[in-house]
């Protein structure tokens, strides 16, 4: 069974950083592209950023360009979105997801608040 | 980056009743190479992640029932729900996978009239 299981969320102040973190199991983690997609609380989806499968391509929304990283650890199954420089506004329920054209699969979400 | 802009923004609808949700691009997402429309739709339910129920703007994703249907081409897509369930209380997002960022629409939220 496919799983993606989130963790790192949590209260941070403007300016502050926060590494989100999205374990897979169930399917071989090395051969997917992965994704991260937030939603602002009343607000739609936004997708943030992908990265392919041996981490050397990724691509970002533009607000947040520069300020976030996503990478991964194929060793360890395991997601990466690194979160610098955090504003008001990057307050959203972050998922991770491996979304391939015919199918998706998605963490459970994880909620980032930034506030002070 | 291309601009995904849906219509309605929510709608209430009879139980049994069809219910229809538009998308518009703001560029073709047909690529000539496949004759395929790079436009997925999307279901999300609070509290829930995000479904995808529908691919190449029309192929239904496994397990999603057929009362869903997608339509259109180009630039201009459609969801439909031909008789609608409880269940499907939710809002609809569709996401165009022709370019990076891969973008999504404002959102639909469909509701029970």
């Known amino acids: 069974e496919v799983q993606l299981v989130q963790s790192g969320g949590g209260l941070v102040q403007p300016g502050g950083s926060l590494r989100l973190s999205c374990a897979a199991s169930g399917f071989t983690f090395s051969t997917y592209w992965m994704h991260w997609v937030r939603q602002v609380p009343g607000k739609g989806l936004m997708w943030v950023s992908r990265i392919n499968s041996d981490g050397r391509s990724a691509v970002y929304a533009d607000s947040v360009k520069g300020r976030f990283t996503v990478s991964r650890d194929n060793a360890k199954n395991t997601l990466y979105l690194q979160m610098n420089s955090l504003r008001v506004e990057d307050t959203a329920v972050y998922y991770c997801a491996r979304v391939t054209i015919v199918e998706d699969y998605w963490g459970q979400g994880t909620l980032v608040t930034v506030s002070s | 980056d291309i601009v995904m802009t849906q219509s309605p923004d929510s709608l209430a609808v009879s139980l049994g009743e069809r219910a229809a949700i538009n998308c518009k691009s703001s560029?073709?997402?047909?690529?000539?190479?496949?004759?395929?429309?790079?436009l997925a739709w999307f279901q999300h339910k609070p509290g829930q992640p995000p479904k995808l129920l529908i691919y190449?703007?029309?192929t239904r994703a496994s397990g999603v029932p057929d009362r869903f249907s997608g339509s259109g081409s180009g630039t201009d897509f459609t969801l439909t729900i031909s008789s609608l369930q409880a269940e499907d209380v939710a809002v609809y997002y569709c996401?165009?996978?022709?370019?990076?960022?891969?973008?999504f629409g404002q959102g639909t939220k469909l509701e029970i009239k």
């Open positions: 996401q165009q996978y022709f370019s990076s960022p891969q973008t």
């Open positions: 560029q073709s997402l047909l690529h000539t190479s496949n004759d395929k429309n790079y």
């Open positions: 190449w703007a029309f």
